[in-house]
């Protein structure tokens, strides 16, 4: 499969590195994945399709996706704001923020998770004044969106910068002086050229709020029906030691991670194609 | 960037300038916003983190720390993050080399298998494991037999660790080593270096900023990872927990002073991280500077 059609330049160490490559990804990532795949068909498919169909694990799916597509769109909406300011003003602190950004892809989500249900409690530092609203965050599928929206914030930031820096000003002043409104100019001129990042953005927060688990645990409360994603299951089925159970989840989450990691791989494709055009 | 400097450089009337940009107003409001949704979301939990930590005092927030079970974790994660770190450098450049310097079919299939990590929730990379290894797993009977422990044991946090942090040297190394062209290693080849040395002397300076980028994003990963350590490790306390697992039982304890002291460490590693990322992000951007400016001489 891996046959070496042409060498591009003689230099050493191909079939060693290829090689190593090749069993080491097989070792760590491939077996154990195909592993899964074997337990969960050592079910029948009644079996498989009323553990994935239960009303509890659909409850958990309900509030998985709901919350993640929640968190996506507040991510996309303050995302772009963040990255408007970020990147055409100038402020105080500005580089300070700009690094603070990245602060989801490095602080350990059990951490994420306690800090974020101190703060949202009945008597957090937030959670306080939510209370006379009588608005609910902590140990409410609120919280869930909460802790989403943290974990996903850095990805429309991240995708959508570059491509508002390197944005031609030239192409501004040119609608300006067609007569343009300066809101038409950002929604007629700008937006389209931001939407394929902005997409991006979107479905790899999206994403990573689905599988999400250590920063949502916390927050959530874990009330069945009520206030339990979809990975915290796989865990229930396990401490059952209903191990087939715990595979059939997996699979299901697998197939729909799969089938957005497909989409956010034509959009990359999107982005940079459009990217390489316009240089 | 690229408004900014046009704004302040280009000799445009004022009407152009306007043109261009947002009212005053507006441009303030925007930035009230932006400012307000970063400080909620990133720097209030983190001051919560410190505030709880220090709530009971300096004596009660040392104590936690310096407490049998807390180094116990301490040097668990230190001790996963020092095996699944060197491991996953040499997969990273291994991998980077095979797939940067040379031609060859199914390469962009390899790419995406070695991303895969990244798309999979880190409750099923524990699980694969527990699937694997574990007394019901395929491999379970077997270990159980020669007395081998994997799950609920130092060597499954080591792997579930592995798994979880698998792609991020590759995926630094790879677009970085496919910028730059062969021609200086065939150069060093051809001259009669051998292939280790001319990957020492000539490849490693050019990629040492990205390879360090991608170290340090994956020990802050490795040190830091909850889900999916938490499934195989079994929480025995002093024996298989790190200092994330070590986090939530002292918090499902109610003990919160101990726990936010622990997260606090924790939290500082994700600051000292993102320290170290800004100031290899501006080495790198300069050395990227200097061999464009290099290139523009010889040219």
Known sequence: ??????????????????????????????????????????????????????????????????????????????????????????????????????????????????????????????GQYLETWEVKVAFAPLGVVVALTFIGLPFVVRTVQPILEDLDPEIEQAAASLGAARWQTVRRVILPELLPALLTGFALAFARALGEYGSVVFISGNMPMRTEITPLLIIVKLEQYDYAGAAAIAVVMLATSFGLLLVINVLQWWTSSRRAMAL | MAGSIAMTTAPTTARTRNAITEPVLVRILLTLIAC?????????????????????????????????????????TLLTAAIALPLNLVFGVAAAWAIAKFEFFGKSLLITLIDLPFAVSPVISGLIYVLLFGLQGLLGPWLAAHDIKVIFAVPGIVLATIFVTFPFIARELIPLMHAQSADEEQAAISLGASGWKTFLRVTLPNIKWG?????????????????????????????????????????????????????????????????????????????????????????
């Open chain 2, 36 to 76: 307000g949704f970063l400080v909620l979301f990133l720097v209030v939990p983190l001051a919560a983190v410190f505030a709880q930590a220090l709530k009971k005092g300096v004596g009660v927030y040392f104590a936690s720390l310096v407490e049998v079970d807390a180094l116990a974790a301490i040097r668990l």
């Open chain 1, 1 to 126: 499969m891996f046959r070496r059609v042409r060498q591009k330049r003689a230099l050493p160490g191909f079939g060693l590195t290829l090689g190593y490559t090749l069993v080491y990804l097989s070792l760590i990532v491939l077996l154990p994945l195909a592993c899964l795949m074997l337990k969960s068909t050592s079910m029948t498919w009644g079996r498989f399709w009323s553990t994935v169909t239960d009303p509890r694990v659909v409850a958990s799916y309900k509030l998985s996706f709901g919350a993640s597509l929640a968190a996506a769109v507040i991510n996309t909406v303050f995302g772009l704001l963040a990255t408007w300011a970020l990147v055409r003003y100038r402020f105080p602190g500005r580089k300070l923020i700009d690094a603070l950004v990245d602060l989801p892809f490095t602080l350990p989500t059990a951490v994420a998770g306690i800090a974020l249900t101190s703060i949202y409690a009945g008597n957090g530092w937030i």
């Open chain 2, 211 to 299: 390879l360090l980028y991608g170290v340090i994003l994956c020990n802050a990963r490795a040190m830091g990872e909850f889900g999916a350590v938490s499934v195989v490790s079994g929480h025995i306390r002093g024996l298989t927990n790190t200092m994330p697992l070590h986090v939530e039982i002292l918090y499902n304890e109610y003990n919160f002073a101990a726990a936010f002291a622990v997260a606090s460490l924790l939290a500082m590693l994700a600051l000292v991280t993102l320290a170290l990322k800004s100031i290899v992000e501006w080495k790198a951007c300069r050395q990227l500077q200097l061999l464009d400016a290099s290139h523009g001489e010889n040219s």
